[in-house]
């Protein structure tokens, strides 16, 4: 008896250890949690501002899980007060999970029956935005939907260009640029008013402080630093006027295309044969428009070939990739709809036909023929074109108020800007989760 009352209390002691064990695993496996951002179309009030919350974790060196065609596309983020707070102050919405919950969502995701994945994002890219200094950022959708969702980015224009100052960002957005020199081929409706007048002696003057005769041969010189940065490992996102413009300008490097009321001296006789499209990022055997009084540039732009697409019915659809096998595309076109609003722009959309056939279509209009979202490699690098002046504003004309974001804050088509600012983050090689 006193034998084993001696065991008694050595027992009692290693039960309650074993208990208090229990006990603190317990309470710790209940409370570990991680913090979802749904981004369907019931779930997210904010789309927009989302993608700032994400961005913002990845700036303190935290890491995100996006869960590519899993409602909409949503973030998997770490728990923790500071980031409830900060999407409450946003007024983003989002879910805690449970660990418990997040692997069962993760591992239904990596099921080979799924066409869904989970991407890790690692870093916050450094973001510059290429646009003339006078500019305000409601002149452009992509400086607004940054300034919404309070994601930071710096302006450079052809100076920082020039002076090979591209290699310290991640990604560059091409503001609505004419990279041929025409001045945005405004000359036949506004060479008489006062901001043209003024905007072509700002631009003349800036040529020639940079050492170059004219224009034409000064955007030339950009366009080959742009081209050279992305195929250095760069990421290039162009709107508008900046996608078909950039590519004649690789074109035509070796070229003049200009008219007199341009650049002062008459083009090259027969420069459309000269036109070198192995050059080009994108689009091959377009025509180039001559007529200096027309605001087009050329055959790409399928603007003024849309008269059967009457504005109600004016859509775009977005292509399905497979998450696992194409997780680039995927990320470029997660929404919470396929279907997203057309809208106009001097570039509008492109003509399939034009289109170089390792460019993958994104998304287009099926009933018009044309193609309104592209992406392609060059190099190490890569780029996305996107036709259109502004998601929100159908018809933008010179002079317009700028768009409220407050009032489309869960825009499908401001989305597909902000897929590609996120894009240079994820881990550049695919592993499984």
């Given at each position: 008896?006193?034998?084993?009352?001696?065991?008694?209390?050595?027992?009692?002691?290693?039960?309650?250890?074993?208990?208090?064990?229990?006990?603190?695993?317990?309470?710790?496996?209940?409370?570990?949690?991680?913090?979802?951002i749904?981004?369907?179309?019931?779930?997210?009030?904010?789309?927009?501002?989302?993608?700032?919350?994400?961005?913002?974790?990845?700036?303190?060196?935290?890491?995100?899980?996006?869960?590519?065609?899993?409602?909409?596309?949503?973030?998997?983020?770490?728990d923790?007060?500071?980031?409830?707070?900060?999407?409450?102050?946003?007024?983003?919405?989002?879910?805690?999970?449970?660990?418990?919950?997040?692997?069962?969502?993760?591992?239904?995701?990596?099921?080979?029956?799924?066409?869904?994945?989970?991407?890790?994002?690692?870093?916050?890219?450094?973001?510059?935005?290429?646009?003339?200094?006078?500019n305000?950022?409601?002149?452009?959708?992509?400086?607004?939907?940054?300034?919404?969702?309070?994601?930071?980015?710096?302006?450079?224009?052809?100076?920082?260009?020039?002076?090979?100052?591209?290699?310290?960002?991640?990604w560059?957005?091409?503001?609505?640029?004419?990279?041929?020199?025409?001045?945005?081929?405004?000359?036949?409706?506004?060479?008489a008013?006062?901001?043209?007048?003024?905007?072509?002696?700002?631009?003349?003057?800036?040529?020639?402080?940079?050492?170059?005769?004219?224009?034409?041969?000064?955007?030339?010189?950009?366009?080959?630093?742009?081209r050279?940065?992305?195929?250095?490992?760069?990421?290039?996102?162009?709107?508008?006027?900046?996608?078909?413009?950039?590519?004649?300008?690789?074109?035509?490097?070796?070229?003049?295309?200009?008219?007199?009321?341009?650049?002062?001296?008459?083009?090259?006789a027969?420069?459309?044969?000269?036109?070198?499209?192995k050059?080009?990022?994108?689009?091959?055997n377009?025509?180039?428009?001559?007529?200096?009084?027309?605001?087009?540039?050329?055959?790409?732009?399928?603007?003024?070939?849309?008269?059967?697409?009457?504005?109600?019915?004016?859509y775009?659809?977005?292509?399905?990739?497979?998450?696992?096998?194409?997780p680039?595309?995927?990320?470029?076109?997660?929404?919470?709809?396929?279907?997203v609003?057309?809208?106009?722009?001097?570039?509008?959309?492109?003509?399939?036909?034009?289109?170089?056939?390792?460019?993958?279509?994104?998304?287009?209009?099926?009933?018009?023929?044309?193609?309104?979202?592209?992406?392609g490699?060059?190099?190490?690098?890569?780029?996305?074109?996107?036709?259109?002046?502004?998601?929100e504003?159908?018809?933008?004309?010179?002079?317009?108020?700028?768009?409220?974001?407050?009032?489309?804050?869960?825009?499908?088509?401001?989305?597909?800007?902000?897929?590609?600012?996120?894009?240079?983050?994820?881990?550049?090689?695919?592993?499984?989760?």
């Amino acid at each position: 008896m006193i034998y084993l009352s001696k065991r008694t209390p050595l027992s009692f002691q290693a039960k309650a250890r074993n208990l208090t064990l229990l006990f603190f695993f317990f309470v710790f496996f209940v409370k570990a949690s991680v913090i979802l951002i749904p981004m369907d179309a019931d779930g997210q009030e904010n789309h927009l501002k989302a993608y700032g919350i994400t961005y913002w974790v990845l700036n303190k060196q935290q890491k995100v899980q996006w869960l590519l065609n899993y409602r909409g596309g949503s973030f998997l983020l770490p728990d923790g007060d500071a980031i409830r707070k900060e999407c409450q102050i946003r007024g983003v919405s989002f879910e805690v999970l449970s660990d418990a919950k997040a692997e069962q969502i993760l591992d239904d995701i990596s099921s080979p029956s799924q066409n869904q994945e989970a991407v890790i994002l690692e870093k916050a890219p450094k973001i510059a935005v290429y646009t003339p200094k006078g500019n305000q950022p409601w002149d452009d959708a992509v400086t607004m939907v940054l300034t919404y969702a309070e994601i930071p980015y710096v302006t450079i224009y052809d100076e920082e260009v020039l002076d090979d100052k591209l290699a310290l960002y991640d990604w560059l957005h091409l503001h609505h640029e004419d990279f041929t020199g025409q001045y945005g081929k405004f000359y036949g409706a506004y060479r008489a008013a006062p901001w043209y007048i003024e905007a072509k002696k700002e631009a003349e003057a800036l040529a020639s402080k940079l050492g170059f005769t004219k224009v034409s041969e000064q955007k030339r010189a950009v366009a080959l630093k742009i081209r050279n940065y992305v195929i250095g490992g760069g990421f290039m996102f162009a709107m508008c006027s900046a996608t078909d413009s950039f590519d004649i300008a690789l074109a035509a490097e070796d070229t003049d295309i200009c008219e007199a009321m341009f650049d002062g001296d008459p083009s090259d006789a027969n420069y459309q044969s000269k036109l070198n499209f192995k050059n080009t990022f994108a689009f091959s055997n377009f025509i180039l428009e001559r007529n200096p009084l027309r605001y087009e540039f050329s055959s790409i732009d399928m603007t003024n070939k849309r008269r059967n697409v009457p504005r109600e019915s004016d859509y775009f659809s977005l292509m399905e990739f497979s998450a696992k096998w194409d997780p680039v595309p995927t990320m470029l076109t997660q929404n919470h709809t396929s279907l997203v609003k057309g809208f106009m722009g001097q570039t509008t959309a492109f003509t399939r036909d034009q289109i170089k056939s390792t460019v993958m279509v994104l998304g287009e209009n099926k009933i018009n023929g044309e193609a309104r979202y592209i992406h392609g490699i060059k190099g190490k690098g890569f780029f996305t074109f996107y036709g259109g002046h502004d998601p929100e504003d159908y018809q933008h004309r010179v002079g317009d108020p700028k768009t409220e974001l407050e009032l489309h804050p869960t825009s499908p088509g401001y989305r597909l800007i902000l897929n590609n600012v996120l894009f240079p983050a994820a881990r550049k090689k695919k592993q499984k989760t």
